[in-house]
């Protein structure tokens, strides 16, 4: 149960079985930074490539494949002043026949916003004379991109996700939630970056308020756990992710996902997972822009059967 | 400003341009009533054929095409004791590979549940010994499928739905929502039924509970009004709604439509609205059973310009 | 066996119940005319509206819900000089980043064809300065839109397809075609139009070379044939039809329904149709463009197995 | 202009940046072998694990990023008598309402084919009880998977496809097919393997009939060529692949590629471009079963313009 710091100084646009730059263990917490997209830093200096450069990969003592990485987001702070957007609507995300008429630009428009990390809001800095004129939303701190060492060698493009993670691109990481992967190495190889003070669902302009940040997580291993896609959970609710494309895709995979969890974890059969799924579930659209788009499948913790039978997949005391 | 009842004793299982039941005006309420899904009214009696049997059409007078209806629903209570629901998931929800392996039943199978109007809350009745066991969910009754006669003398199945509205599944037209449709025909015949005392995001069972209700809504005529599909709102958010599969597209139609509506209500350009939605917009997936899936796409009402220089998108006091 | 002629002066832009303009028995052949999309006819005179205005319908003695309609495409001749289609691909087929930076013409451009129905060929008459030059393809006319009247009382678009058929765009029903739909009201109302003197794969401009056509086709009445979706036969192939969003839907129901034909006319088991198809199954992209598309799962008729022990799925000689 | 013959004993599960082994320049001719995809070579030993292993990679000398490698597919010869396929239809590709109802099997069974290389055709030989009883369908040798090593250090799973090409179960990357690949790193790295003596469209049953080859290519690099994706061309037709799910993302990138091609290597503006497509164009669905889908565009050479003004896209003579 050690506290430890890491300062990262190389960074890899690909989450994969690269060599880990620390070793920790179940318990331990790590108090690091992540760069932005870009690979600017604290300073807005590029030292990293573009592209959800990674910090890690962090090896966890004992994991195995099949066991299951929970990690505990325990602080999220971005720690410069000016943030960055892109200014545009994703011509995904639009009727096509309106994209060639209206839209148009061909250029990426860029925005800049000052974050108050005190006021925990993001104030629209630059352009400030466009029509939607001065603008603040709450700051919101996010984690865009983090997950584990995929199967068989694989080394995936911080661009999208999978199974093991990646660019899900979901405001719902944010402080105070448990994330779990499906381990598939050993040492499971945690990498994480692309910090965000604020994004809408979907990821639709392409970006949230890109930032650097100061992350503290913790991590636990469980051992055996029998999981396929990430999930976690909230002071609210049980989450599972989907990442693929289209959206009805990753929705089946979420959807499946909590059916298996619901019946390994809860102990409810198909029937019963139905009956509580069909009136209560609740999904959120994560990114509906990287090559593989994030759907969310969530239920309400209070509505679970109680207690769960199986430790680990539930938040300890 | 008139407050009328209408007992319907017709129901049509298409949205087209049939005889009306009565000429309302703008500003007139409508105190009325709908049967479930099956045709069961408020004895469970059979008296409408199956497949979301719509009471109606309303004639709105003075109503034309590019006029805006705006629906203000007042009052769903279901009006009987008991309600219905599939107890499976719909198979296209889930992973393909999953669906013949576990899966696998091969016949509906249903859950009746007890709706208690007064203490606002659905309990599982039927079956009891599965293993959710004990099961109370919060009422939150909702018109499952209503919307006006399409263009083109088209008569569409209340199974699926689209530019009209239709069979949008929406667990958000719930009582205290402005429901908003483009007007196709002179009197722009507003149909309404299908009944839920609940429902989960996206319709996943392929029911909410479903139930005859009685039903209470206002009428106001918006005249010249472009809008391509519904919206709406309700006390926090602003939504438009776009009904198609799959939900890539449904998300589509309705991002491009909050576009359009940002724009001619709100008075924002298209790079005003991308910094607005970016970091801000919400989806909700509605449907995800039906022949078109339904997305909402919601702004929070309190980050929009105020005040907005055309009224007719927002409530009036 | 009567052959008729019928000379159409009323059109419908939806396929529906409407009156029959003419009743047909069981080996009847039926000689008529076609306006093309805009509602142009033979004089490029508009003499419908446009949307694919269809003639008919023509009821079919005797036919009732759950028997095939069996209509031989016997001829499609154009009857005017010149056709014309649109000279833009359509957004929805390109990437949807690719659109705004480099198409972005916003406005419909079209083309004008010379139509040789003795050299059996078709030549781009305007523009004739484009960077493609002269040139020439070859006529293989086609029927964009035609089918059935649908269930429950609708009245479905012909901009669109379904169960019933509708606008397919399927260049492959063309002359010497069988195509085969299913019944739903009695009389089965038979539609037809939207003429095409060529078209590539997928109509991915919109359109394909529209133009007025005379027709002559005949029609079979199968009793008690169990089928959900279109399909027919040529002289080499045998072939379903799926009409849905997105293509890989579209692809699951002919896929579906070719297992179901392989099955009910064929006999062939799950396992037998599973070898079959999985080495020499055939996909055609028919339209990637209307409401809904198509795809076409057709088998070579030499692959069957023979004789087929039940007739009306296949060519009487 | 050598011929060098390679023997494979290392195989990969992913196309990256592995150690080169062998190096072959422009004009070189290749002998070699590739095994299954369950890793059984010509004598049906397991010598590689299961999933698509790879022969190579090759480093093509003077290859650099931005260049065009073109490979030309001389001789695929299945090495041994007996291939194998699944004998079952994915799930993915039936209605899902369908696959839990009917299908349902649950474990994957597998087929026994029989390759005659002189007769050049291939038999079922087990089961021969089953419904479709004798049968025998033409040998056409193909391969699977093949493609470079992708950008940015990605090692991407031979289970999967991109912009490198990979596995996409193409039944048209036969013998006489040059296929063309953009290159993204030093030496190109090219890798092959997933022999198939025959395969239907759309690998819809999850396999071809796999088997070992014996393979000859020829590699010939042609400097500095625009290209996303693959593509390619045989006698008749020039062609581009798009590899994504769902289907109608992968014939965007395939229908966006050839218009960049048209433009590029044929001096096609966007409209003339359209124009020829429009009327013209033709598509295979080549896979619709593994994680990306695969979409042939395809242009007859003989519509196209001549000469064309830029050599590299076309075969030499």
Chains 1, 2, 3, 4 share one sequence.
């Not at 590029?46 to 099949?66: Q, S």
């Not at 865009?144 to 199974?163: D, H, L, N, R």
């Not at 965000?196 to 756990?225: M, P, W, Y």
Request: glycine content about 12%; aromatic content about 8%.
């Amino acid at each position: 149960m050690n506290t430890v710091r890491f300062e990262p100084n190389t960074y890899h646009l690909t989450i994969g079985s690269h060599p880990p730059v620390m070793e920790i263990g179940d318990g331990d917490t790590v108090i690091t930074s992540i760069v932005d997209a870009h690979g600017l830093d604290a300073n807005e200096r590029p030292v990293a490539p573009r592209g959800n450069p990674m910090t890690g990969p962090f090896f966890i003592r004992d994991a195995e494949p099949g066991d299951c990485l929970e990690v505990s987001i325990e602080q999220i702070r971005p720690n410069r002043e000016f943030g960055w957007s892109r200014s545009t609507i994703a011509p995904g995300v639009l009727d096509p026949d309106f994209v060639g008429n209206v839209v148009g630009t061909g250029t990426a428009q860029y925005a800049r916003w000052r974050v108050d990390v005190k006021q925990r809001n993001v104030t629209l800095a630059d352009p400030v004379d466009t029509s939607i004129g001065a603008h603040t939303v709450a700051m919101r701190p996010m984690i865009g991109c983090f997950g584990v060492a995929p199967a068989f060698g694989q080394a995936i493009s911080t661009a999208t996700s999978a199974e093991h993670g990646g660019n899900m691109d979901y405001r719902g990481f944010t402080e105070g939630v448990i994330a779990r992967f499906p381990i598939f190495v050993p040492g499971a190889l945690f990498f994480l970056g692309d910090g965000h003070a604020a994004q809408g669902d979907g990821e639709i302009a392409g970006t949230g308020v890109e930032i650097s940040c100061d992350v503290t997580f913790g991590v636990r291993l469980r051992k055996n756990v029998p999981m396929r896609w990430p999930g976690g959970e909230n002071a609210t609710h049980l989450f599972t992710v989907g990442n693929a494309r289209p959206l009805d895709q990753a929705l089946q995979h979420a959807t499946t996902e909590m059916l298996f969890l619901l019946g390994s974890a809860y102990g409810l059969d198909e029937r019963g997972a139905a009956i509580l799924l069909g009136q209560s579930v609740e999904y959120d659209i994560a990114n509906v822009f990287d090559p593989a788009y994030t759907v969310v499948c969530k239920v309400r913790k209070e509505l679970l059967p109680s207690p769960p039978p199986q430790p680990g997949y539930t938040r300890t005391s």
